[in-house]
């Protein structure tokens, strides 16, 4: 019973995931079918438009805009258009012990 009340109290205590949002800036942008100059443009955002993000390239240089598509990550501004969405990459030792490194793109 003590348990379900502590988890509950904190579940009540705990923020909402605040959604990352940055804004086109420098112009109107491409929006792409997929994270790079080489797949079709879908449509355009103008400059100034408040976007929301699901995710960005590893690389950071593209970002996923929530039911819009790909962005080149360049012309977007603001706290959000800063952090890497995606997930870092995670560095495991070699199951078998032979000191081999693997990354694994989550």
């Not at 100059?37 to 400059?47: R, W």
């Not at 390239?57 to 598509?69: F, I, K, M, P, Y």
């Not at 790909?70 to 000191?99: C, H, I, M």
């Amino acid at each position: 019973m003590r348990a379900a009340l502590i988890l509950a109290i904190a579940l009540i205590a705990t923020p909402a995931l605040a959604q990352s949002t940055a804004r086109v800036s420098g112009g109107t942008i491409q929006v792409r079918s997929g994270p790079g100059s080489g797949y079709a443009s879908i449509g355009v955002l103008p400059n100034g438009t408040e976007v929301t993000l699901e995710r960005c390239t590893r690389s950071g240089a593209w970002c996923l805009v929530t039911d819009t598509g790909w962005v080149r990550a360049s012309y977007l501004v603001g706290q959000a258009a800063k952090v890497n969405a995606t997930p870092p990459d995670f560095l495991f030792e070699d199951p078998l012990g032979f000191g081999h490194h693997r990354r694994f793109p989550f």
